[in-house]
């Protein structure tokens, strides 16, 4: 079984367009994250997420919103596509606290034309 | 976070050991050294940390100089499974998992 899964893997669509990238995640872990790797293949940290807090990393336009239906899940949706939201986007869990690893899925190639 | 420096690419022979610096020079005493990596069109993926000692799992050994400004990822005997970008990174372990990436190293395991 795959530990974090994200739907879909590849994710082609219009400029102005409203999309959603789902993650689950099965590990038992109460703190979900989404980041994003651009051209250039910088990682960069977007939200954390579990249920008491949302961190949001300021840079982010508020055009992306994290929503978490339940503890194993947290879908990323982006309003307005832009040609620079094109990246992949990876979702990751973890436990919060100490001596923790984040377990990463596999990553959402989205292309904005 | 304290921030991290590391070589922009390495080579490696299979079979060899593979040893990846990092240099965090800025570290505060309560900030732990994690190595990722990320192999080609994957996500990232753990491979170690640790604090002052040095540490040692099924996958590496990770060796941390007596100051903590600088540490050394090995991987005993590479494969060309281990090319991938592995990359250093130091923060507080009570600060969740907003990880925060830098280039990392290039490894190129070459038979």
């Known amino acids: 079984d795959t530990a974090v899964s994200q739907t879909p893997k590849y994710l082609v669509t219009q400029m102005g367009n409203d999309k959603s990238i789902k993650c689950e995640q099965n590990l038992g872990h109460d703190t979900m994250y989404w980041y994003k790797q651009d051209s250039k293949k910088f990682l960069k940290i977007m939200f954390s997420?579990?249920?008491?807090?949302?961190?949001i990393n300021e840079t982010v336009p508020n055009r992306f919103s994290p929503k978490s239906p339940d503890k194993a899940h947290l879908n990323l949706h982006i309003n307005s596509l832009e040609l620079g939201d094109s990246a992949v986007y990876f979702c990751?869990?973890?436990?919060?606290?100490?001596?923790?690893?984040?377990?990463f899925g596999q990553g959402t190639r989205l292309t904005v034309v | 976070d304290a921030k991290t420096t590391q070589p922009t690419s390495m080579d490696c022979a299979e079979g060899r050991a593979a040893n990846l610096p990092c240099n965090h020079s800025t570290i505060s005493g309560n900030e732990y050294v994690y190595w990722y990596r990320q192999i080609h069109s994957q996500g990232p993926q753990y491979i170690i940390h640790g604090l002052k000692n040095n540490e040692t799992n099924e996958m590496a050994s990770l060796i941390i100089t007596e100051d903590r400004k600088s540490s050394t990822l090995i991987l005993p005997h590479a494969t060309l499974r281990d090319t991938a970008v592995y990359y250093c990174?130091?923060?507080?372990?009570?600060?969740?998992?907003?990880?925060?990436f830098g280039g990392g190293t290039r490894l190129m395991v070459k038979p």
């Open positions: 990751a869990s973890s436990l919060l606290g100490v001596n923790t690893e984040a377990f």
């Open positions: 990174i130091v923060r507080l372990n009570n600060a969740g998992n907003m990880l925060t």
């Open positions: 997420y579990n249920n008491k807090e949302l961190i």
